[in-house]
């Protein structure tokens, strides 16, 4: 049906194209070359003298007790399967299920002669594209007509589905297992700051916003049954990224984005046309979205068994790529440029001066408003956004001081009314203090930013635990969910992420995309140490 449709048949023969005369071609031949040279170094280094003393210091490491604290699963996962919270939280969800599954199962020849209950029954049995598809409505549907409530009630929606699924097929369940006791604890801290909030009207919709997120993780997890569904999940949402960026592109190219002063120094990049947004509220939001998405192309293309697929999802990634450049988000790039050495580090890391050496080579070649761009980083103190950062801060510091043990409560409509309290040394009064990290911990205090940094600190570790004891399939998309972690983890430090809330919610499915996978991981090791 694809290979006769007018649209992708013109695309269809350009892979084939591409693919046969490839085999034959010069190009083959120099990147064999290429290839073989590389191989020939590495048989070179793994003999020599130097690769026996870093495998000798890297065994050493690896056995100390200190190093191993880091770097080692430990007991807290399994206690948390066996805790008294578990239990109360998994009981929620499981007592309703059990009870409705007895009397499923009782009239089960009865329901299924609804013609309906049979059409639901097949489609939630591959409830991963259904959730695939509305990650998809989220990414591209405009912001104009977009509402931030459409999160919670399609958080709510997807659960509902899940439900349903936990009392119509035989073998399935909310995964709470795969959750880390750490989110727990971190989502206990969301409540807390919400309980004791000082303006609890202004929280209500943020604890709805951190409750549809934390739902985002129990839904991926619970529907990432395997390898293939997780994968799934991950190659629809592509195609949603693909097209924002797609739109992104027609911004650019038709100019229907203007320069706005407002969200650059006109002195400082002259000559730089309007920055992009695509669907989102801006180009920082939109940049990203694109930093926690660009490293899954890469797994897919590592993932996929033939190479006209591999071919797709390269072309694929391409529009959001070159849509990267064109937002003018100069935290997105950076984060961008962390997730490519994370990820290379983490799948070769023999790879690594090479690609280091690549992106260095490419800055001839970038766009004169890009480098432009790039050099105001180095020029901090003549930029004007810089220092608009460094005078929230200086607003943000005795506020900070006020309320760092015990947080001023959820969102960040608090966060403005009482900062008006204080003297600005901004013109206006700041929605934000433009860091994440520093939000949180003025929202929640104390409590809240260690169980968020703790979660995110055990999320990486199992994560990379993970990538050495794990299949190709999983390996490659735990090394792309943390690069692409560990990349909007640094833009954070300059942004607050989750300022608008579809970003946030694609953090937060990020977060469940790396739990999904680390949890299959386990799961298949704990099989095979059994059968051992």
Known sequence: MFHDSVLLKPVFLLVKLINTSYENSILKRVVTSVINFFKTLNRFYENSVTARIAKLITEMLYNSA????????????????????????????EVPSKILKGFYQKHEEIFLESIAVKAAKALLQRIEYIVGLFLIVILVVPHERWNNVYNVA???????????NTIIQRHWMFNFKALDCTLI??????????????????????????????????????????????QTII??????????????LWQSISGAVVFDPSLTDVEMNQGMPGRIYATMS??????????????????????SKTFFKKMIYFIMALPPLLALFNTGSRSSWIGFAVSVIVITFLLNKRLLPFIILGGVMMIPFLPQYVYNRILTIFRAAQDTSTQTRVKILQTVEPMFKHYMLSGVGLGSDIFRQLIQNYKLYTKAVPP?????????????????????MW??????????????NSSL?????????????????????????????????????????????TYLAELKNRRLSEMD
């Open 66 to 93: 200190i190093i191993g604290f880091f770097t080692r699963k430990g007991k807290m996962s399994r206690w948390w399967e066996h805790s008294l919270a578990y239990r109360i939280i998994n009981g929620c969800f």
């Open 154 to 164: 399609i958080a709510l929606f997807l659960v509902f589905l899940i439900f349903i």
């Open 432 to 452: 934000h203090t433009h860091i994440l990290y520093l939000q949180i911990w003025i929202e929640m205090g104390l409590a809240g930013f260690v169980t968020f």
């Open 185 to 230: 604890l971190f989502m206990t801290a969301v409540v807390v700051s919400f309980a004791t909030s000082m303006n609890i009207s202004s929280s209500i919709k943020y604890m709805l916003f951190y409750a549809a997120c934390f739902l985002f993780v129990l839904i991926i997890v619970s529907t990432a049954k395997n390898e293939n569904s997780l």
């Open 455 to 468: 979660y995110i600190y055990r999320t990486i570790k199992n994560s990379v635990i993970g990538i050495y």
């Open 473 to 517: 399939t999983l390996k490659t998309i735990l090394a792309a969910g943390t690069a692409a972690l560990c990349g909007i983890l640094v833009t954070s430090l300059v942004e607050y992420s989750w300022y608008y809330p579809r970003v946030m919610v694609m953090f937060w499915v990020l977060l469940g995309i790396i739990a999904a996978a």
């Open 235 to 248: 190659e629809m949402m592509l195609f949603g990224v693909t097209a924002i960026g797609i739109f992104g």
């Open 282 to 303: 801006n180009p920082n939001n939109f940049g990203e979205i694109l930093v926690m998405s660009l490293p899954f192309y890469v797994s897919v293309i590592l993932n």
